[in-house]
């Protein structure tokens, strides 16, 4: 019913930047949280930032002050500007929204859902 897909990881070195983008398409009545998690070899998922409907974010402590996470509710895009990228945040991340999507004419739902991944890779 909802797919979200992630554009925009590759290979950067230590102190430069990237922005990941995440586009949701399907049969969307509305996003409300979206965020960026990310999950490093041998490590569990963790969060990176999230923000709200409203705009309120919340960033994981590894991160603070590196990176931005924003979000088009118009377009339905999630973006995450990642600044002064180290060793680190080398890992696959993943777009994560929850939604609430139209089943048949009348039927709302509402669920959970994460994109397949982009790698990002942090070495020079």
């Known amino acids: 019913q909802v797919q979200l897909v992630e554009s925009g990881g590759g290979l950067v070195q230590p102190g430069g930047s990237l922005r990941l983008s995440c586009a949701a398409s399907?049969?969307?009545?509305?996003?409300?949280?979206m965020g960026w998690y990310r999950q490093a070899p041998e490590k569990q998922r963790e969060l990176v930032a999230s923000?709200?409907?409203?705009?309120?974010?919340n960033y994981g402590d590894s991160v603070t002050g590196r990176f931005t996470i924003s979000r088009d509710s118009a377009k339905k895009t999630l973006d995450l500007q990642m600044d002064s990228l180290n060793p680190e945040d080398t890992a696959v991340y993943y777009c994560n929204a929850d939604v609430s999507y139209y089943r048949g004419t009348t039927n709302i739902y509402r669920d959970n859902y994460w994109g397949q991944g982009t790698q990002v890779t942090v070495s020079s």
């Open positions: 399907g049969s969307i009545f509305a996003i409300h949280v």
């Open positions: 923000i709200t409907r409203g705009g309120v974010t």
